[in-house]
């Protein structure tokens, strides 16, 4: 079974850093595509950013641009998300989702991030 | 790039069927796959159709999903309605750069 497991979240002030894992388990993990989308209360869900499966191909959301960073770690099964430069419009759940052509997406439980002074 | 634009809720009895649509601004709804995503409250999303049509194992045969060329739209049907079925569905698809671009979600209240 896909288990895709996100860690990291809490609080911090703005202006400031947190770094996201996401630990994924069951399947094989440097085959999958990966991305992390965010839903802030109450919203719909906004894609933030995508990594290849080898990490050689990397996208950001203009909204993040410059301020977060994607990586993964194939030989950990681990993706990662480094945010700095946090403002209250980055609060909101963070989840990891992992594609492989035909399969469907598989998602994490998500891990609260709230950036409040 | 493009938008996907869905009806905000949509509303229906137990045992009936309803279509949630999903419209593509700019672009043919058919280049890239749609996938939906449900999401019940407090829970994260989970995939119920991917790759415009293909339902995933556990996910049971009354959701289905299929693409329209002709209106530039996909849809998500669900016959047989349950309550456990209330949620919001979000539609999802890609662009050239592996961008994921989501609807705005459609939330369905079974009654």
């Known amino acids: 079974e896909v288990q895709l497991v996100e860690s990291g979240g809490g609080l911090v002030q703005p202006g400031g850093s947190l770094r996201l894992s996401c630990t994924g388990s069951?399947?094989?993990?440097?085959?999958?595509?990966m991305s992390w989308v965010r839903q802030a209360p109450g919203k719909g869900l906004e894609w933030i950013s995508y990594?290849?499966?080898?990490?050689?191909?990397?996208s950001y959301a203009d909204s993040v641009k410059g301020r977060f960073t994607i990586s993964r770690d194939n030989a950990k099964n681990s993706l990662f998300l480094h945010m700095n430069s946090l403002t209250v419009e980055d609060t909101a759940v963070y989840y990891c989702?992992?594609?492989?052509?035909?399969?469907?997406?598989?998602w994490g439980q998500g891990t609260l991030v709230t950036v409040s002074s | 790039n493009f938008m996907l634009t869905q009806p905000h809720s949509v509303s229906e009895s137990p045992g009936k069927t309803v279509t949630i649509s999903c419209t593509r601004i700019s672009g043919n709804i058919a280049s890239n796959y749609v996938q939906w995503h449900q999401q019940r409250p407090g829970s994260a999303p989970t995939t119920v159709i991917y790759?415009?049509?293909?339902?995933p194992s556990g996910v049971p045969d009354r959701f289905s999903g299929s693409v329209d060329s002709s209106s530039n739209s996909a849809s998500l049907t669900i016959s047989g309605l349950k309550t456990e079925d209330e949620a919001v569905y979000f539609c999802q698809s890609y662009d050239s750069s592996h961008n994921w671009v989501f609807g705005g979600g459609t939330k369905l209240t079974v009654l």
């Open positions: 990594i290849s499966y080898s990490g050689i191909i990397i």
């Open positions: 069951g399947f094989t993990f440097s085959s999958y595509e």
């Open positions: 989702a992992g594609d492989v052509s035909g399969d469907p997406t598989s």
């Open positions: 790759e415009d049509n293909q339902r």
